[in-house]
């Protein structure tokens, strides 16, 4: 049923007017070019974490046979994260510049080149090197993301983002389970290695016979659209600008073949760009939350043996049960959004606040029962929230810098990978409760900085359904 739209200011004016305008013409699903174009994406996210979950699991043991040490094999892990947190928002950005196309297509290409190093590592030294092109272009489910944001209206991205993580999702069950298996034949880790390098081959073919040109017609019809709405601010002008992918589309076959200084010039600008708006509350909330979850699960194995007296094993059927429900959970995010009335921020804020709870009640949990119960709602309320996140980077941010933001994302997500196990580390000096009772915290500073900013939200969305 469309809602009457509602008097006065705030948020529920804006799911009013959401409702009333939206309603008639925005719920439209997509062209058909484009479901076709958005399913083989989907495929894409499934190679892609399937070959990687094939081997991340077993790089440890492989590098540790080599004759390194703890610390240096640490460092080296310590050193893909630092790749991963510098590179991620160039490459993104890199993204928004030369096209889609080719930048996915380099960094698949790229990070095949690093696997099938990575099955030649016969020492420490090839192994770091192996790390190397895959540590700085292993971003392919980003710009993924950024290529769907590009192809769906705002009113579906949820939905679809959710499909695609749960494509994704589904890739990192199968894999580990696939690489047990190869591992245990002769040279199992270098032949899994190789087998991992031809996936992403036959991704990069996958993606090189996407149809582009359907997609590219499908971003001039959104844009021919969008030519005939008003703007009503001189921010909803600049969105409109910038949320103009058919420029994009025609720009990226002449800025490919830039030289690499005007390139690198223009990626600068645009993080520049991005560093000075007001876009700081939605990452600090990003981070704030991933830290969070990362010190829910830091010592979730060891916590439950030192408290329930729980073995490895059953934490780790008890992990792969909650990957199982994130599945679901981004199967089901299109009829809890429409539950919610597209309104992104009110499904975050809710979310969050869902998580916060479920992770005190796991550090307080008296029995193993409280602590698969917790695990069971936190598979759902974690999986809707980085969508959501997501969708809101993208709403308030623009979608012509969808690449950058997303890449920006992926570097605060990276600084939350790196701050937590310190955290974690420290905290469990004092209890094995330490962790989730200090990521309770994160989460609470993260839901009042939501709510200290709720109105910018609403007015941003009031904008947004305007200009759609």
């Not at 160039?90 to 930048?103: E, T």
Request: aromatic letters at 10%; charged letters at 15%; hydrophobic letters at 45%.
């Amino acid at each position: 049923a469309v809602a009457p739209a509602a008097t006065g200011r705030g948020c529920a004016a804006a799911v009013g007017r959401m409702e009333e305008d939206g309603g008639r013409g925005a719920v439209a699903s997509p062209a058909p070019a484009s479901r076709r174009f958005v399913r083989c994406l989907y495929a894409v996210g499934f190679l892609d974490l399937f070959g990687v979950s094939m081997v991340v699991p077993l790089m440890n043991l492989h590098i540790r046979s080599l004759g390194a040490s703890h610390t240096v094999a640490g460092i080296i892990g310590s050193l893909y994260g630092i790749m991963q947190l510098f590179s991620s928002t160039f490459v993104g950005c890199w993204s928004d510049i030369v096209g889609r196309r080719y930048s996915l297509l380099a960094c698949i290409l790229l990070s095949a080149l690093g696997y099938f190093l990575l099955g030649t590592s016969t020492t420490v030294l090839l192994f770091a090197i192996s790390r190397v092109p895959v540590g700085i272009f292993k971003h392919t489910l980003s710009i993924s993301k950024a290529l769907l944001s590009d192809l769906v209206s705002e009113r579906d991205r949820p939905l679809v983002m959710g499909r695609f993580n749960a494509a994704s999702s589904v890739g990192f069950i199968l894999g580990p389970v696939v690489g047990g298996y190869l591992t245990e034949l002769e040279d199992g880790f270098y032949q899994t290695s190789f087998i991992c390098a031809s996936i992403f081959l036959l991704n990069a073919g996958l993606v090189w016979m996407l149809p582009w040109s359907e997609e590219n017609t499908s971003n001039r019809e959104h844009q021919q659209d969008n030519k005939g709405k008003d703007s009503f601010s001189a921010k909803a002008n600049h969105d409109q600008h910038l949320n103009s992918a058919t420029n994009r589309a025609m720009a990226s076959s002449e800025s490919l073949f830039w030289s690499p200084w005007i390139q690198l010039a223009t990626v600068l600008k645009r993080i520049k760009g991005i560093a000075c708006s007001d876009l700081w509350d939605i990452f600090l909330v990003r981070l704030l939350m991933s830290v969070a979850i990362l010190l829910y699960y830091s010592n979730f194995s060891l916590a439950l043996e030192e408290r329930f007296g729980v073995k490895p094993l059953l934490a780790g059927y008890l992990m792969s049960y909650s990957s199982a429900l994130g599945v679901l959970a981004g199967c089901l995010l299109g009829p809890i959004t429409r539950l919610y009335q597209h309104n992104t921020y009110r499904l975050l804020l809710h979310s969050s606040t869902l998580t916060c709870t479920l992770i005190l009640l796991y550090a307080s949990a008296l029995s193993i029962w409280m602590v698969i119960l917790s695990s069971t709602f936190l598979a759902f309320s974690t999986t809707i929230g980085r969508t959501c996140i997501i969708d809101l980077e993208l709403t308030i941010g623009g979608n012509e810098a969808s690449g950058t933001l997303l890449g920006v994302g992926q570097s605060v997500t990276s600084v939350g990978r790196i701050v937590a196990p310190l955290l974690s580390g420290f905290s469990q000096e004092f209890s094995p409760c330490g962790p989730p009772s200090l990521g309770v915290g994160l989460a609470l500073v993260a839901i009042l900085v939501m709510n200290a900013n709720k109105q910018k939200y609403c007015s941003r969305g009031n904008v947004k359904l305007k200009n759609q």
